[in-house]
């Protein structure tokens, strides 16, 4: 197998990553189906009972001593009684927001093919959670105060396990979604500015204009040749996905974070989120019940 190429710098220097949780435990609902749900990129390894996970049009079963690659987006998910998971979940993002890596994913494969990735998370468990055998989802996504020195093992710890999840990857044949970089630095500015756009704020693509010198009609023709869509289109994109990873990881009140994402008012938060989903931001939550693989 040929050398994965090298990223230019424009590349690599703007690659965000988000880890999520670590966690060890049992899967708190079974034999319930959840509604649709957005997930991120991760890893889960089923060390007993089983999980089937709907995606893409598939039906995946799960079974114990096997692996789980997770693509990001939407899926449901069924776990047998004190089904026991050691998951890994993180977002990790190209410059212009596209997912690292989505193609090829969401399939299952025996643990014995991937022994190195199942040493390297259990080693990520215990940098992260210490000597405690058994971290359920809830605790693992928790919000808690660390220290300067405690943050940097954590994050170094996520940073030795991503790089085995690569060469895991490349192993089996995954590669990066192709992300060349156009050469244009206008661009790139625009590609950039709009993954990181504050998503309480309205957009402006006439301050955006600004920026580079282009006219406000180049700027929009621009984005949408290169995104394949508007820009409006993909913040609300991104809006979305927002509103709804926060629904399922969090308990945070639901007007906090329709504020965070630009409501003014809980109704019309309420409003938005059935129109682009069917479902109240309360019903998507209580439909998904906080658990996760």
Sequence with gaps: MPPPPLLPPPL????????LWVYHGIAPRVRVWSQEITVPSGVFFVEGGAVKIRAEGREI?????????????LRQQWFEPETRLLSVGLRCQWPDGVPMFKAGLNI?????????????????????????????????????????????????????????????????????????STGDRRLEFLRQCLHT?????????????????????RI?????????????????????????????????????????????????????????TGMTPTAYRQGHGMDGA
Excluded at 242 to 250: D, K, M, P, S, T
């Design 108 to 180: 299952a494969l025996p643990t014995s093919r991937t022994p190195k990735l199942l040493k390297s998370t259990r080693t990520l468990r215990a940098i992260v959670h210490g000597r405690r055998k058994q971290v359920s989802y809830l605790e693992a996504t928790a919000p808690q105060n660390r220290s300067l020195a405690g943050w940097a093992e954590h994050e170094a710890g996520y940073q030795g396990w991503f790089a085995e999840y690569v060469r895991t990857l490349e192993r089996l044949g995954i590669t990066p979604t192709a992300r060349a």
């Design 61 to 73: 079963l799960v079974p114990p001593k096997h692996v789980f690659f997770s693509a990001p987006g």
């Design 12 to 19: 690599w220097q703007g690659i965000g990553c988000e880890w």
């Design 220 to 276: 929009h023709d621009l984005l949408k040749q290169d995104l394949g869509m508007t820009a409006q289109v993909y913040l609300e994109k991104r809006r979305l996905e927002q509103a709804r990873l926060r629904l399922i990881h969090e308990d945070t009140a639901l007007k906090e974070i329709g504020f965070a994402l630009g409501f003014r008012h809980p109704p019309h938060f309420t409003a938005w989120f059935r129109r682009h």
């Design 197 to 217: 756009w504050p998503l309480d704020r309205a957009l402006d693509l006439t301050t955006m204009a600004q920026e580079v010198g282009l006219s406000h009609r």
